[in-house]
Structures are given as structure tokens and as C-alpha cells.
């Protein structure tokens, strides 16, 4: 929310960290407009389902990516990678690694960092009008994923997105092609920001979320999870689910803790002396925190 594909100070940092640390890699940013204003205001104002759709077809025509990928989403962008590994079979995805991505959806619509920033303040004043009216609901992408914990049965009802892709259905009802495309993944990474402020409830970047007197729910008491109705369970009992987190405040990653990851889930797994100052926690495996 707020970046562009190819800004050297914020997604260009990512692609070059990734090029150093893997030698020779093939590295494709998505890109949802055709200019970087453009690209930056699909992240706020759009059609996630169209967006998937055209980047589908896109990435399927990426001969480098034939033989099978890894990868990476910040912040609501690891949503759309997933909604896309789930719709997209042309794609053989192999590990997908997401930061403070809301899974579970949004109670609150995030804030903007400045406010002399139009887009995000627009699209929190089109938000505040009704984010299941149909314009919005349609053309304002942070509504797509918003669930009020309070009226569930507005959410199912009208929400155009965030219901199909987490398989919460009234009927209870399974989409069997979403949850073998998950469960076929090799790893699946889900890290949260230790002092996350923006992502409400901050539980969701783990697929949890919070009951309608805000009690936290976490991923293992849902029944997404106890039903396994999108393979994260099939996932986690094979130890291909990883909870990392990572201390600071949402998408504070610094280069040594993303070049960690980087070499820790895409490369040799090995983190070398040079990276011994990254800060990162995998839940349940505590040698395998750097500083």
C-alpha cells in the first residue's frame, strides 16, 4: 500500500538484495500500472479480482518462471501473491514468504503515514462512506479485505474478495482447487511485525483475527485451520508453515534481516557473518535468531 513496483528506495532495494544474495536469479516485480503513479494508485484504487486475473496472465507468459518460483509480498501484497497462487495454476509456486500481510483480513482500515498522502487519504475518506456499498466495495481495494468482527453476516454477504479466497462461506462450502494449491506449496512464511500498529488486528498476518468482542482468535482455533479448509493445516502438520516475527514497527525490515530470509528461504538456508546482525524469530525454533 503506497509503493510501486521498481522505486529504487522501496521495492528496488528488495530486487537488489535478492540479486546479490542469489547469484544469477531471475527476479520479477509485479507491477499493476503502467507507470509508477499509476502502479502506486492500484494499491489503492481498483478491482482485486480483475488485478489477479491480469497478473495471471501475464506471469504465465514468463518463460523464467516455467519451471516453478518463489515468492515474496509486503504488507497487502503477500494477500494478492496468495489469492494468486490460489487462482492461478500456470504458476508452480514453491515457497512463498509474506510480510504483515492481513490473511485474515482487516477490522480497521489502515492509516495513512502522511497526510499529504492524497491517494491513501482519499481512499480512506471513500472507505468511511460504507465499504460494503457497491462502488466501494468494487473500486476501493483495502475494503476488499476488511471484515467487521461485529457484522459477519454483512462481510459474507457483500464483500467481493477476501470471503472466496479464506473459503468462509456460509454454506461452509470448500474450494477444493484453492486448498491443493496451497497444500502443494514446499514452504509457506508468514511473518509479523512485533510492534505492527497498521494491520488491525495484527493476528491476521497469521490468519487470525479477532471474535466480535475483540478477543484475539488465532489461526489454530478457526476453522479455516481445524477444518482445513485452505491446506494450512496439511502444511503445518508436514512443518512446511513457518511464524516468524520480526521486532519493529510494520514492513521496518532492515537489509541484513531481509538478506537473512532472503539466503534462509530462497538460497542455501545458511546465514552467513555478514548477516549476523539481522533480527529474526521462526516460532518454535529458537536457534534461529540472528543479531
Not at 482500515?109 to 468494487?138: H, K, Q
Not at 457483500?158 to 477444493?176: A, Q, T
Request: charged share 25%.
Amino acid at each position: 500500500m503506497g509503493d510501486t513496483c521498481c522505486d529504487n528506495s522501496t521495492m528496488g532495494t528488495v530486487v537488489s538484495a535478492i540479486q546479490d544474495e542469489l547469484a544469477g536469479v531471475y527476479v520479477h516485480s509485479v507491477r499493476l500500472g503502467p507507470t509508477p503513479s499509476a502502479d502506486r494508485n492500484a494499491g489503492f484504487l481498483g478491482n482485486l479480482n480483475s488485478q489477479i486475473d491480469g497478473v495471471c496472465e501475464e506471469l504465465s507468459g514468463v518463460e523464467e518462471l516455467s519451471n516453478g518460483v518463489n515468492m515474496m509480498g509486503f504488507s497487502q501484497g503477500g494477500l494478492f501473491l496468495r489469492a494468486l497462487i490460489q487462482r492461478c495454476p500456470a504458476l508452480r509456486v514453491k515457497t512463498l514468504v509474506t510480510l504483515g500481510s492481513p490473511h485474515g483480513g482487516i477490522s480497521k482500515i489502515p492509516e495513512c503515514a502522511s497526510e499529504s498522502d492524497f491517494m491513501c487519504n482519499w481512499m480512506r475518506r471513500l472507505a468511511s462512506r460504507g465499504v460494503y456499498s457497491w462502488y466501494i466495495r468494487d473500486h476501493v481495494i483495502q475494503a476488499q479485505y476488511f471484515k467487521d468482527p461485529e457484522r459477519l453476516d454483512l462481510y459474507l454477504e457483500h464483500n467481493i474478495f477476501l470471503p472466496d479466497i479464506n473459503s468462509d462461506h456460509r454454506d461452509g462450502k470448500v474450494n477444493e482447487d484453492y486448498r491443493a494449491r496451497i497444500a502443494a506449496l514446499d514452504r509457506m512464511v508468514l511473518v509479523k511485525f512485533g510492534e505492527d500498529t497498521l494491520i488491525s488486528p495484527v493476528s491476521s498476518t497469521w490468519f487470525g483475527f479477532v471474535d466480535a468482542d475483540g478477543n484475539d482468535v488465532p489461526l489454530k482455533n478457526t476453522t479455516l485451520y481445524t477444518e482445513d479448509r485452505l491446506g494450512l493445516r496439511a502444511l503445518d502438520e508436514q512443518g512446511r508453515l513457518e511464524f516468524v516475527t520480526i521486532p519493529g514497527k510494520h514492513m521496518n525490515v532492515d537489509d541484513a534481516t531481509l538478506r537473512a530470509m532472503v539466503a534462509r528461504y530462497f538460497g542455501s538456508g545458511r546465514v552467513s557473518d555478514t548477516r549476523r546482525k539481522a533480527a529474526m524469530r521462526v516460532q518454535g525454533e529458537e536457534e534461529h535468531m540472528y543479531f
